[in-house]
């Protein structure tokens, strides 16, 4: 089994930067992508940027530019980076693993951006 933990939310004001974490242990091994996603209160949950295992990246149109998912050294971290923070960027943002027939989600962390 495969464990997220994410870390790294909190309040900022608007222009600032956060940098997220989602950290992966257990059967890493068979994590074929990571990607961060959120979910603004009464909206659904939308791509933010995944990252796969061969390192390509991909990423919500909207947010080219502004957030960069990367991996640490060891590979089992995804990191995050969100620069330029808008108040609309409020949101729990979450983490999930993709494997081969399935994925799981980490319990979110609370980003709120003030103006």
């Known amino acids: 089994q495969v464990q997220l933990v994410e870390s790294g939310g909190g309040l900022v004001q608007a222009g600032g930067s956060l940098r997220l974490s989602c950290a992966a242990s257990g059967n890493t091994f068979s994590i074929r992508t990571i990607g961060w996603y959120r979910q603004a209160p009464g909206k659904q949950r939308e791509l933010v940027a995944t990252i796969n295992s061969g390192g390509s990246t991909n990423y919500a149109d909207s947010l080219k530019g502004r957030f960069t998912i990367s991996r640490g050294s060891a590979k089992n971290t995804v990191y995050l980076q969100m620069n330029s923070l808008k108040p609309e960027d409020t949101a729990v943002y979450y983490c999930?693993?993709?494997?081969?027939?399935?994925?799981?989600w980490g319990q979110g962390t609370q980003v709120t951006v003030s103006s």
């Open positions: 999930n693993a993709g494997f081969l027939y399935s994925s799981i």
